[in-house]
């Protein structure tokens, strides 16, 4: 692929670089072979081949790739005009000798973007999607014809009854009085629900896949149920070896979260240490930055006074070269003259030669026209007729008519139709007993999907039983390094706040952020605190209830 990659660029850099009005071909390749002598030989000849092929015929590819542009390439590049050329001679003129699958391979080491085209249905949406996007504007259409109906309606009836009108008359009932609008009450709205229950489709892979791994799990239970009947020990030893260090990793576990409180505790105290010791080096770094702005500032006088001087020097010597610039532009001046008189009788003598070079050229044109209108005067011999039926008598084995040909193809191509349609049908045999195995499989993932939705469901409502254990975390020897560390910390702190007390008064009133930590990390171990209590509580009372269910 890379090959045919490097061939093709070198191609499109080269015609890029071919220009018809100044260039001519024969000249223009030239110059390419001389280019391609450090390539192999087989490189170089098809690189030539590609190129002479596509100056030849570049009328033509100029038609078809502006009729592309126009009519399906409004989104491609310019830049890529050269390249779809070369593509477009490969394709009309070097099919047959590249053969079908060196032309897909060429294809192939070029950009996917530019030489095939991402179907239309990227840019459509699924029918699932759609089936719901017509049923939400027909919900909504149907509302809003019933709420429009249902608003004239009670335009309708709500209309006064004028004081000349009579009363309401009717043939079967006593007259009766009419006393204000009629009040009608509005059709219920009928709204037709999406369809949500759509399923979701598995590809065959994914149901095998999930299929198998079912089917492990149903085997290694299996071979555990075999071991228990053949004699296998009982895991009454295990369960409460499991239960003791699960006790103890609820410990570990703990103990963990205290010490990370304390850790964090510690790098809070750290920072403000380090915030404390960042002032005083700050101050410092002040005050040495003083000094060297002045020692700067003194330097920099000392260095425009020498500026100054060398500038008035430079002033003097520019003065001087100003007078023996105008002897220097008098030579220059004849040196030119005599140049241009030169190169002026040098074009006298090469235009001289190329209009003797054009005339020779004209006349071999016109001797070669003349040869060609002399061939085409030449009278040219009429075909004869051609019977299909007759033996053409070459003496070759197997020999037959054009006919006899065609009526031995037609029984070949019935014969190939009738194998395809038994392949057909073989295929779609295969299909749907494909298609029963995928869908009893189907149905044992759901069945074990259910089973293993209960497991997992008690096993949470064991887990989540024994999340709450008895005991405290224990206190090990990390947690009380840290506690002392923590300790050391704030002593420190203390006394480095007193300093910069002393120091600077204006520091002495701690921040809002400060305090608003101070109080966050108190709470935060108070927090703690109360839940640690609650807990061994509620370890001692489940304690006897958690060995009776053991037991």
């Not at 032309?103 to 085209?117: A, G, R, T, V």
């Not at 299996?222 to 020990?233: E, I, M, N, S, T």
């Not at 241009?340 to 071999?364: H, Y």
């Amino acid at each position: 692929m890379a090959y045919y990659e490097k061939c093709i660029e070198t191609v499109v850099e080269q015609l890029d670089k071919f220009n018809p009005e100044k260039d001519s071909p024969e000249q223009f390749l030239e110059t390419v072979s001389t280019s391609l002598q450090t390539l192999s030989a087989q490189t170089q000849a098809f690189i030539l081949e590609v190129l002479s092929g596509c100056l030849q015929y570049q009328r033509l590819l100029t038609i078809v790739v502006d009729a592309f542009y126009v009519r399906d390439g409004r989104l491609c590049l310019w830049a890529d005009y050269s390249l779809f050329e070369v593509i477009c001679y490969l394709a009309t003129f070097q099919l047959d000798e590249l053969g079908f699958q060196l032309f897909c391979n060429i294809i192939k080491s070029q950009p996917l973007d530019k030489m095939c085209k991402v179907p239309r249905s990227t840019y459509q949406l699924p029918k699932e999607q759609q089936l719901l996007e017509i049923t939400k504007r027909y919900n909504r259409r149907k509302a809003e014809e019933l709420l429009l109906r249902a608003n004239m309606e009670e335009m309708r009836c709500a209309v006064p009854r004028s004081r000349g009108e009579p009363l309401v008359q009717d043939s079967k009932k006593q007259p009766r009085l009419q006393f204000g609008p009629r009040i009608l009450k509005t059709p219920k709205l009928t709204f037709y629900k999406p369809n949500d229950d759509v399923p979701v489709k598995l590809n065959t892979a994914a149901i095998l896949r999930e299929g198998a791994l079912y089917q492990r799990q149903v085997e290694k239970e299996l071979q555990r149920v075999d071991q228990l009947v053949d004699g296998a020990g009982d895991f009454s030893e295990f369960l409460e070896w499991q239960k003791r260090m699960q006790a103890k990793d609820r410990e570990e576990q703990l103990a963990a979260g205290e010490c990370r409180r304390l850790q964090g505790k510690l790098s809070h105290e750290e920072a403000i240490l380090a915030r404390q010791h960042l002032m005083q080096e700050n101050k410092q770094k002040a005050n040495q930055k003083k000094e060297e702005t002045a020692e700067l500032m003194q330097q920099y006088a000392e260095r425009r006074l020498q500026e100054e001087r060398s500038m008035k020097e430079l002033v003097e010597q520019v003065l001087e070269t100003q007078k023996n610039v105008k002897v220097a532009q008098t030579k220059l001046l004849k040196v030119r003259q005599q140049i241009v008189q030169e190169v002026i009788e040098e074009s006298r003598e090469l235009l001289q030669r190329s209009t003797e070079a054009a005339k020779e050229e004209q006349r071999q044109r016109c001797e070669l026209i003349s040869q060609l209108r002399a061939l085409e005067m030449q009278p040219t011999r009429k075909g004869k007729l051609v019977d299909l039926t007759q033996i053409p008598g070459y003496g070759l084995e197997g020999e037959m008519s054009i006919v006899e040909l065609r009526e031995r193809l037609a029984l070949l191509k019935e014969s190939q139709r009738r194998e395809e349609e038994e392949k057909r049908d073989q295929i779609i045999q295969g299909k749907r007993a494909k298609s029963q195995e995928l869908q009893n499989t189907v149905e044992q993932i759901s069945l074990c999907r259910a089973a293993m939705g209960r497991s997992a469901a008690l096993r949470w409502e064991e887990k989540k039983a024994l999340s709450v254990g008895p005991g405290a975390p224990c206190q090990d020897e990390r947690v009380l390094e840290l506690q002392r560390r923590i300790e050391e910390k704030a002593a420190e702190r203390h006394k480095q706040a007193a300093l910069l007390h002393v120091s600077a008064p204006r520091a002495a009133r701690p921040k809002p952020r400060a305090q608003l930590e101070a109080q966050h990390w108190l709470e935060l171990e108070r927090s703690r605190e109360r839940r640690l209590r609650a807990l061994q509580q509620e370890g001692s009372a489940c304690g006897p209830a958690r060995r009776l269910e053991a037991a």
